[in-house]
Nanobody, 136 residues
Framework: QVHLVESGGGSVQAGGSLTLSCVYS???????MGWFRQVPGKEREGIAA?????????????VVADSAKGRFTISKDHAKNTLYLQMNDLKPEDTAIYYC?????????????????????????WGRGTQVTVSS
């Protein structure tokens, strides 16, 4: 029901910036959407998530992982069906495949709950990922 396509990855030097985009299909359910990253052989790590993507949700609460706080920003343009991850001050440890994900029928009920929604296993729909490589 939800189709996600990421783009915007590439290679940058440490301290540089990239903006990732995720084009998503329209749907009528409430939803949360997030950005995750994965290094080969490791579990996917939640970077940022946002609620209110579906038309019935008018809330726009967001949560950003400590590793990205102050550097990464999650946002969306609903008219363009696009979720964004603006990444500034990139570090070599940010190198990973970045995935866009969505879960229908979900929301953030508290700050603590929002942080729990950075768990990858809560999301049902995933894009194929886009590679981000940060060199020293």
């Amino acid at each position: 029901q939800v189709h996600l396509v990421e783009s915007g990855g590439g290679s940058v030097q440490a301290g540089g910036s990239l903006t990732l985009s995720c084009v998503y299909s329209q749907y009528s359910y409430r939803a949360i959407m997030g950005w995750f990253r994965q290094v080969p052989g490791k579990e996917r790590e939640g970077i940022a998530a946002r609620e209110g993507v579906a038309a019935i949700d008018n809330d726009s609460k967001t949560v950003v992982a400590d590793s990205a706080k102050g550097r990464f920003t999650i946002s969306k343009d609903h008219a363009k069906n696009t979720l964004y991850l603006q990444m500034n001050d990139l570090k070599p440890e940010d190198t990973a495949i970045y995935y866009c994900a969505a879960e229908l029928g979900s929301a953030f009920y508290s700050d603590a709950d929002a942080r729990r929604k950075l768990a990858a296993d809560l999301y049902s729909f995933w894009g194929r990922g886009t590679q981000v490589t940060v060199s020293s």
